[in-house]
C-alpha cells in the first residue's frame, strides 16, 4: 500500500508537471526590437482577462471559441510589435507614469485619487485581500502582469500619436454632420427649468455647536454682502471646515432623488425668488444654507444657443466637440490595427504554432 501511495503521488506530479511545460509552450517570437515569446499561458491569462470584460457587460458568462482566441493571440503579437516599435524609436513610459494610469481607473470609481499604500489599505479593509490577489481575482493577471500590459497600452498610444499626430487633427466633424446631428436629436437639447444656487454645508463631526456657530456666520457673511461669496469659497477653510460650491438644479424628480429632497422640497425651492438666502436647516450630520441666484426657464435650445447655463459653449460647437471625438477615436483605432498589420511580417514575428497544431492548443 505504501508503494502504491508514492506511486500516485508520483503520477501526480508528472501530471501536474506535464500541464505546467503545456502551458510554457511558445506559440511564437516577437523580435522587432528584441525576442520576446508569447507562450500558451500568456494568452490563456489573456483570454481570461477579455472573459471577465465580456461578462461584466453582458452580465453571463463568457467562453472564447478556439477561432477567438486565435484572433486574440494576433492582438497579442501585434501589441508587443507596437510596443517594441514605439520602444526602437526612442519613445518611452516611466514607471511613475504607469502607477498613475493603474491608479487613475480606482480614482474615477471611489471618486477620490488614492495611493498605491491607501488603495492597497482599502481593498484589505473591504475584501481581506491583498492588492495582488484582488487584481488576480478580478482580471485574470498578477499586479505586475498588469501594469506590464498597460505600459504596453500607454506605449502603443504614443507611437501611434507619433505616427498619425498631423493626420488625427486633420480628421473634424462636418457641418452637414453636425446639422445632421441636431435635426435627428433635437428633443435632447433642451433646458429644463433650473435654479442657480450658492450652497454652504458645516459637517457637524464631533462639535455640533461649533458647527453651527460656524454656518451661522457664513451665512451672515453672505446676508451682509453676496459679493462675499468668492472669499467664503477661495478660504482654505472651504473643503476643510465646510463645503462652499455653486450649484445649477433642475426641477425634475431624478435631481430630487440625487439631491435626497422630496418633491415639495424642489417645488418650494422653485418657488423662491432670486436673492433669497435661506435659514440654517440641521440634517443629520450637518448644518446648511443656500442662495438662490439665478432662475432659468425651461426652452428647446436652438443649435445657436449655448448648451447650459453661464458657459459660452453654444449647441452646435458641443455636438461638434463630440462628433469630431468620436471621428478621431475611429481614426485612431484604425491606424493602429493599420501599424500593428504592417509590423506583422515574417522578418518581425516568427509562428511557433500554425494550423493543425495551434488549433488544438486553443482547444483547452
Not at 271 to 295: C, L, N
Amino acid at each position: 500500500m505504501k508503494r502504491l501511495a508514492i506511486g500516485i503521488a508520483l503520477f501526480l506530479t508528472i501530471t501536474a508537471s506535464v500541464f505546467a511545460q503545456s502551458d510554457l509552450q511558445p506559440l511564437a517570437v516577437v523580435k522587432l526590437n528584441k525576442s520576446e515569446t508569447i507562450t500558451l499561458k500568456q494568452l490563456k491569462t489573456r483570454a481570461g482577462f477579455l472573459e471577465r470584460q465580456l461578462q461584466a457587460a453582458y452580465g453571463a458568462k463568457q467562453t472564447l471559441t478556439p477561432e477567438q482566441r486565435s484572433q486574440l493571440l494576433d492582438s497579442l503579437i501585434q501589441e508587443k510589435l507596437v510596443a517594441q516599435a514605439a520602444t526602437k524609436s526612442g519613445i518611452s513610459v516611466t514607471d511613475s507614469e504607469v502607477d498613475a494610469a493603474f491608479l487613475s481607473t480606482f480614482a474615477q470609481q471611489i471618486g477620490q485619487q488614492v495611493t498605491e499604500a491607501k488603495l492597497s489599505e482599502m481593498i484589505k479593509q473591504q475584501t481581506g485581500k491583498t492588492l495582488n490577489e484582488y487584481i488576480q481575482e478580478s482580471s485574470g493577471m498578477t499586479l505586475a502582469d498588469y501594469k506590464a500590459y498597460l505600459k504596453n497600452q500607454l506605449l502603443a498610444q504614443r507611437y501611434i500619436f507619433s505616427q498619425k499626430q498631423s493626420d488625427l487633427q486633420k480628421v473634424t466633424a462636418t457641418d452637414k454632420e453636425i446639422r445632421s446631428e441636431y435635426d435627428m436629436n433635437k428633443s435632447q437639447y433642451v433646458w429644463n427649468d433650473m435654479v442657480k444656487l450658492f450652497v454652504v454645508v458645516v459637517s457637524k463631526g464631533t462639535d455640533a455647536a461649533t458647527a453651527k456657530a460656524t454656518a451661522t456666520d457664513l451665512r451672515n457673511q453672505y446676508v451682509k454682502s453676496p459679493s462675499n461669496e468668492n472669499a467664503i469659497k477661495s478660504s482654505p477653510d472651504n473643503g476643510k471646515k465646510y463645503q462652499a460650491q455653486n450649484m445649477f438644479v433642475q426641477k425634475t424628480a431624478t435631481y430630487a432623488r440625487l439631491l435626497g429632497w422630496s418633491y415639495d422640497n424642489i417645488e418650494e425651492l422653485f418657488g423662491k425668488s432670486k436673492g433669497f438666502v435661506s435659514e440654517i436647516t440641521e440634517t443629520a450630520t450637518d448644518y446648511q444654507f443656500y442662495a438662490v441666484q439665478e432662475k432659468y426657464a425651461a426652452k428647446m435650445l436652438a443649435i445657436s444657443d449655448i448648451i447650459s447655463p453661464e458657459t459660452n459653449i453654444t449647441v452646435y460647437e458641443y455636438i461638434k466637440s463630440g462628433l469630431t471625438s468620436q471621428k478621431q477615436s475611429q481614426y485612431f483605432a484604425q491606424a493602429a490595427q493599420d501599424i500593428a498589420t504592417s509590423l506583422d511580417t515574417p522578418a518581425n514575428v516568427e509562428r511557433k504554432k500554425t494550423g493543425a497544431a495551434l488549433t488544438s492548443l486553443l482547444n483547452w
